[in-house]
């Protein structure tokens, strides 16, 4: 099973529509997924979630239970202000330690309004899965531009942005 997070707590944000393009991607390829949406992060997950109660808090532990049947995983982190969103670092900070993304298989894809795709958001979310023992797909996708890349419908109308994107799905399978 490969679980697609969803790496920001924005309500219909395009980083859920380049999730639900990905899980197109995955249905041509018959693999089961499913997906883990930080916009359902329970709201005082930072006051309840975290340190002393990490694994305390129901809800949250709800949220997180699809990464305990997953092998791989898919993040999707779009860049803010340089970086991931707070809410993906607060998620992965909140999860069991050691455990949460240890040993999994992780692709990663950053998308941003920049010209950069993401570049730095990458950088920092592959640190911080080392960190924590993750295998890192070295095809890591960058979308840059994406609002000129991304239709209302959730399609990426970009051939190329569309072939790298398959080429990733294709490799974490094979992987």
């Keep these: 099973?490969?679980?697609?997070?969803?790496?920001?707590?924005?309500?219909?944000?395009?980083?859920?529509?380049?999730?639900?393009?990905?899980?197109?991607?995955?249905?041509?390829?018959?693999?089961?997924?499913?997906?883990?949406?930080?916009?359902d992060l329970p709201t005082d997950f930072l006051s309840v979630a975290l340190y002393h109660n990490a694994g305390k808090h129901a809800a949250f532990n709800q949220l997180a239970a699809p990464l305990d049947h997953?092998?791989?995983?898919?993040i999707f982190a779009p860049e803010y202000n340089c970086s991931i969103p707070g809410a993906l670092k607060a998620f992965i900070d909140a999860l069991p330690y050691p455990g949460g993304l240890r040993g999994k298989k992780a692709a990663?894809?950053?998308?941003?309004?920049?010209?950069?795709?993401?570049?730095?958001?990458?950088?920092?979310?592959?640190?911080?899965?080392?960190?924590?023992?993750?295998?890192?797909?070295?095809?890591?996708?960058?979308?840059?531009?994406?609002?000129?890349?991304?239709?209302?419908?959730?399609?990426?109308?970009?051939?190329?942005?569309?072939?790298v994107l398959r080429e990733q799905a294709e490799a974490l399978l094979a992987w």
């Design 1 to 39: 099973m490969i679980t697609l997070l969803v790496g920001t707590s924005r309500p219909q944000s395009r980083t859920r529509r380049v999730a639900e393009f990905y899980a197109s991607l995955l249905d041509e390829l018959d693999a089961p997924y499913q997906f883990l949406d930080l916009v």
């Design 70 to 74: 997953s092998e791989r995983v898919v």
């Design 108 to 163: 990663l894809v950053s998308l941003s309004s920049g010209g950069q795709g993401g570049l730095l958001a990458l950088s920092h979310l592959t640190d911080i899965l080392f960190y924590l023992g993750s295998n890192v797909l070295p095809q890591r996708v960058r979308l840059p531009n994406i609002s000129q890349h991304l239709s209302k419908e959730g399609q990426i109308t970009d051939p190329l942005l569309c072939q």
